[in-house]
């Protein structure tokens, strides 16, 4: 997708250890969103960012956390990976708080 | 708990039938809903968004009709086409609020 790339693209860690997902922009847009998709549940969104170290929670963000340290960078800490977390994730982006941009998406799988 | 309720789960519609999917809301805060395509192995795509001061939008072969007072909104699509087999979300939000919540989703299929 033009303008947000988001590394890796796949996966696969064991149960415990740290993971991070980094979502990276060419935009200058303000806002930036995680989002995890499971089946049954839609998107559902994890942190968001609305500025370089100003950043939020969202619905599901136990066991997470994030950094914004440049404009164009939002990463994406699982601290201590569980299965729980087996998801497809998604960042989005914005110039305002609507019309959002995906990435393309990373598939994590926790063994 | 779902803030937006989207159904059928799933769709299957013959070439040039008009698929209907359907959301409903409890948010009366939410003013913006947007419906996203999204394909295999891809991110989701804004399709077409509305805002509660009109009850119906159309953009290309894709309208979308909204209930104010049933807080609900629908996505028509006519003339489907195979290549509108895909996965539709519809969602939700009010404006400046920084959280878009999305519906389940619906895997439309056009058969050919």
């Known amino acids: 997708d033009a303008g947000i790339t988001q590394s890796p693209r796949h996966k696969v860690t064991e149960t415990g250890t740290p993971v991070t997902l980094r979502c990276h922009q060419t935009e200058n847009h303000r806002y930036m969103y995680w989002y995890r998709q499971d089946p049954g549940h839609g998107l559902r969104l994890i942190h968001y960012?609305?500025?370089?170290?100003?950043?939020d929670k969202g619905e599901v963000s136990d066991g997470y956390s994030v950094s914004r340290s440049k404009t164009e960078d939002f990463l994406l800490t699982l601290e201590s990976a569980t299965s729980s977390q087996t998801s497809v994730y998604f960042c989005a982006i914005s110039a305002m708080s609507a019309g959002y941009t995906f990435g393309s998406g990373t598939r994590l799988t926790v063994v | 708990q779902q803030q937006v309720k989207q159904s059928p789960q799933s769709l299957i519609v013959q070439k040039g039938g008009i698929p209907i999917i359907n959301c409903a809301y409890e948010?009366?805060?939410?003013?913006?809903f947007p419906w996203y395509q999204q394909f295999p192995g891809k991110g989701p795509a804004l399709l077409i968004a509305?805002?509660?001061?009109?009850s119906e939008k159309k953009e290309g072969r894709f309208t979308i009709s909204f209930n104010k007072s049933a807080k609900q909104f629908s996505l028509h699509i006519m003339d489907s086409q195979p290549g509108d087999s895909a996965t539709y979300f519809c969602a939700a939000m009010r404006t400046g609020a920084n959280n878009l919540f999305f519906g389940t989703g619906t895997r439309l299929t056009v058969i050919p």
């Open positions: 948010n009366t805060a939410f003013d913006y």
């Open positions: 509305i805002r509660p001061d009109v």
């Open positions: 960012s609305y500025g370089v170290k100003d950043t």
